[in-house]
Nanobody, 123 residues
């Protein structure tokens, strides 16, 4: 079983930037896709971004495309989410998840989840 721990959340003004970090342990990191999801109060958890095992493919929700960038460092077993031009609607708890295989974009494709990190964007 893999463990993932997110960090980097916080309070930022609209238009600002944050970088989330997710450290994974417990299995060979480079064999699995990684993803970021988020959940706002009263809403279901939604997909934000995902990256394949070799970083050959990245996928984004339409709402963050062009503003967020997912990347990974397999040598450090770490995945990042760079968030730019933040909006108030980006306020949510952000979750990192480890995929069941080398590719995944849906929540069902990810079997190991972190506890989440809060991102609050003030307008």
């Amino acid at each position: 079983q893999v463990q993932v721990v997110e960090s980097g959340g916080g309070l930022v003004q609209a238009g600002g930037s944050l970088r989330l970090t997710c450290a994974a342990s417990g299995r060979t990191f480079s064999l699995y896709a990684m993803g970021w999801f988020r959940q706002s109060p009263g809403k279901k958890r939604e997909f934000v971004a995902a990256i394949t095992k070799s970083a050959g493919g990245t996928y984004y929700a339409d709402s963050v495309k062009g503003r967020f960038t997912i990347s990974r460092d397999n040598a450090k077993s770490t995945v990042y989410l760079q968030m730019n031009s933040l909006k108030s609607e980006d306020t949510a708890v952000y979750y990192c998840a480890a995929g069941n295989t080398g590719y995944g974009v849906g929540q069902a494709d990810f079997g190991s989840w972190g506890q989440g990190t809060q991102v609050t964007v003030s307008s």
